[in-house]
């Protein structure tokens, strides 16, 4: 089993619906993190958690909220879906521990379609 | 605000060629960098990470050098395989107690049999 899940894996929505993804992880990691990606932008971060008290708005998370449930869950909702919105959406772990080497550990990825 | 740039961004080389993939960034205030592969429709697997005193890591036919003075960082590929087709993508760390990483767009890689 993966160590960072993601789901669902696809989803096609309409204009105006709430659509939620999900992270789970058993890396047993503090920090979470939200990306998009874009053909020709690149990764950018959306929202990142420290721990479950500790939420970060990142570089565009307009449009977007976080929930984190617990240690091992980081869910990513979108209120209302706009097709602009129309993206493939990772989640990404990673531990500070001793070293604290910042290195990101990632899912499969969730590709949203926006109709 | 840093940027990190990627260059170049398709690369196609024949099977057995060295190659080297370039990364620069526009703060040299870097905690650390990661290069990461990526296949397509697949998630990102880590394949070096660089802390800001190291000079290179290499892994296996990989090797990833950092001059942080200069803002660059190379990803060098030695006796490429069909199998290293993918997307190459670079990222770098702001500092310890700051926010995730910062990408570059990806240069993607064609290795032909």
């Known amino acids: 089993d993966a160590d960072v899940t993601q789901t669902p894996r696809n989803r096609i929505t309409k204009t105006g619906k709430r659509i939620m993804l999900e992270c789970s992880q058993t890396?047993?990691?503090?920090?979470m993190y939200w990306y998009r990606q874009d053909p020709g932008l690149g990764l950018r971060l959306i929202y990142y958690s420290f721990d479950v008290k500790d939420i970060n708005k990142g570089e565009i998370s307009d449009g977007y909220s976080v929930s984190r449930q617990a240690q091992a869950k980081f869910s990513l909702s979108l209120e209302s879906a706009i097709p602009n919105q129309t993206a493939l959406y990772f989640c990404?772990?990673?531990?500070?521990?001793?070293?604290?080497?910042?290195?990101?550990?990632f899912g499969e990825g969730s590709r949203l379609t926006v109709l | 605000k840093q940027e990190v740039t990627q260059i170049p961004a398709a690369l196609s080389v024949p099977e057995g060629e060295n190659l080297v993939l370039n990364c620069s960034f526009t703060d040299s205030a870097i905690y650390n960098l990661q290069w990461f592969r990526q296949d397509p429709g697949k998630g990102l697997t880590s394949l070096l990470l660089?802390?800001?005193?190291?000079r290179e890591q290499t892994s296996g036919r990989l090797n990833a050098s950092l001059d942080k003075s200069s803002g660059r960082s190379t990803l060098y590929i030695a006796a490429s395989q069909p199998g290293d087709s993918a997307t190459y993508l670079c990222a770098v760390r702001a500092n310890q107690a700051g926010t995730a990483l910062i990408f570059g767009k990806g240069t993607t890689l064609s290795v032909s049999s």
């Open positions: 890396k047993g990691h503090d920090r």
């Open positions: 990404a772990t990673s531990d500070p521990g001793a070293s604290d080497t910042g290195e990101l550990f």
């Open positions: 660089i802390q800001s005193s190291q």
